[in-house]
């Protein structure tokens, strides 16, 4: 019962920022924990960083930590996803997810997946 879809996505150039925008649609969003995830050509898709329903418990995948920050804004049903000082590998597909637990500590959890966004870091 959740519909999401990114954007912000692009072409930027190494060292550079990025912002991911992800807009759910549904009464549940508030309760929902959200995560983002991604898929480089050739590779499974990674987990990146989440947050909880509630905004109190975040996570990140240890090559994003110190560069990625994910925040929500329940009044606008939006996740979003800073990406600073990216790197090449961080070239992917990006996705936004929902897990309908609340939590969203567990990749088997996420029940709801936008279209993805591409960004694409230029060395």
């Known amino acids: 019962q959740a519909q999401l879809v990114e954007s912000g996505g692009g072409l930027v150039q190494a060292g550079g920022s990025l912002r991911l925008s992800c807009a759910a649609s549904g009464r549940t969003f508030i309760s929902y924990a959200m995560g983002w995830f991604r898929q480089a050509p050739g590779k499974e898709r990674e987990f990146v960083a989440a947050?909880?329903?509630?905004?109190?418990?975040?996570y990140y995948t240890d090559s994003v930590k110190g560069r990625f920050t994910i925040s929500r804004d329940n009044a606008k049903k939006t996740v979003y996803l800073q990406m600073n000082s990216v790197k090449p590998e961080d070239t992917a597909v990006y996705y936004c997810?929902?897990?309908?637990?609340?939590?969203?500590?567990?990749?088997?959890?996420?029940?709801?997946w936008g279209q993805g966004t591409q960004v694409t870091v230029s060395s």
């Open positions: 947050i909880s329903w509630s905004g109190g418990r975040l």
């Open positions: 997810a929902a897990d309908p637990s609340g939590w969203g500590g567990n990749a088997q959890g996420y029940r709801y």
